[in-house]
Nanobody, 123 residues
Framework: VQLQASGGGLVQAAGSLRLSCEASGRTFSSYVMGWFRQAPGKEREFVAVISGNGDSTYYEDSVKGRFTISRDNAKNTVYLQMNSLKLEDTAVYYC?????????????????WGQGTLVTVSS
């Protein structure tokens, strides 16, 4: 599985961005998809996750109500809609996947990672 993340950029605080992550392969719906982020000098942290059929999602507390994860299995793509962006959301955002049924937030579960896309929020 290869993952290609896109959609990052420079945005003002309170603005919005939508990240996309396209996956290769024909069994996309068998994979749980997650978004993680890594700010400068910090550990990579969990942001959001969605189950293979899209019925289950889970968010890190600081993004609840602002970010929405979704997927289009016909397009092999997962999205992260980010609204009301804050300065502290600045980071490189990574999509990741693992073949399974449960939404999990631990990095160690994920087998495949995209290359990352930079989101910079300015004041």
């Amino acid at each position: 599985v290869q993952l290609q993340a896109s959609g990052g950029g420079l945005v003002q605080a309170a603005g919005s961005l939508r990240l996309s992550c396209e996956a290769s392969g024909r069994t996309f719906s068998s994979y749980v998809m997650g978004w993680f982020r890594q700010a400068p000098g910090k550990e990579r942290e969990f942001v959001a996750v969605i189950s293979g059929n899209g019925d289950s999602t889970y968010y890190e507390d600081s993004v609840k109500g602002r970010f929405t994860i979704s997927r289009d299995n016909a397009k092999n793509t997962v999205y992260l809609q980010m609204n009301s962006l804050k300065l502290e959301d600045t980071a490189v955002y990574y999509c990741a996947s693992y073949r399974g049924a449960h939404v999990v937030f631990l990095r160690s579960y994920y087998d495949y990672w995209g290359q990352g896309t930079l989101v910079t929020v300015s004041s």
